[in-house]
Nanobody, 128 residues
Framework: QVQLVESGGGLVQAGASLRLTCAAS????????IGWFRQAPGKERDFVAA???????LYRDSVKGRFTISRDIAKNTAYLQMDSLKPEDTAVYYC??????????????????????WGQGTQATVST
């Protein structure tokens, strides 16, 4: 069982930055694909970004060039750096993980159905 804990959300003005952190409990963190999803009130949970064990990344179009996903294997932690935030980025952000075969390159998963473990979410609110 993998436990994920997100932190770093908050209330900021448009144009500001936030860095979300996802701390994982597993010692085999290296072999997991990590994804970030977000859910705004009344909307579905949407894919934001993902990173594989090899460092391959994938982003939704609306955040390309503004958000950066990364991971620190030694700290069992993943990050989502969010710059140039817009009011439409307001949502609860969730970290998710799915195990992947180490040493075999697989594409980043962009569907919430492909992830097995989820954090509790952290709220990011962007005001105008």
């Amino acid at each position: 069982q993998v436990q994920l804990v997100e932190s770093g959300g908050g209330l900021v003005q448009a144009g500001a930055s936030l860095r979300l952190t996802c701390a994982a409990s597993t010692r085999t963190f290296f072999c997991y694909t990590i994804g970030w999803f977000r859910q705004a009130p009344g909307k579905e949970r949407d894919f934001v970004a993902a990173i594989t064990w090899s460092g391959t990344t994938l982003y939704r179009d609306s955040v390309k060039g503004r958000f950066t996903i990364s991971r620190d294997i030694a700290k069992n932690t993943a990050y989502l750096q969010m710059d140039s935030l817009k009011p439409e980025d307001t949502a609860v952000y969730y970290c998710a993980a799915v195990s992947s075969p180490c040493g075999i390159d697989v594409p980043p998963a962009d569907s919430y159905a492909k992830y097995d473990y989820w954090g509790q979410g952290t709220q990011a609110t962007v005001s105008t």
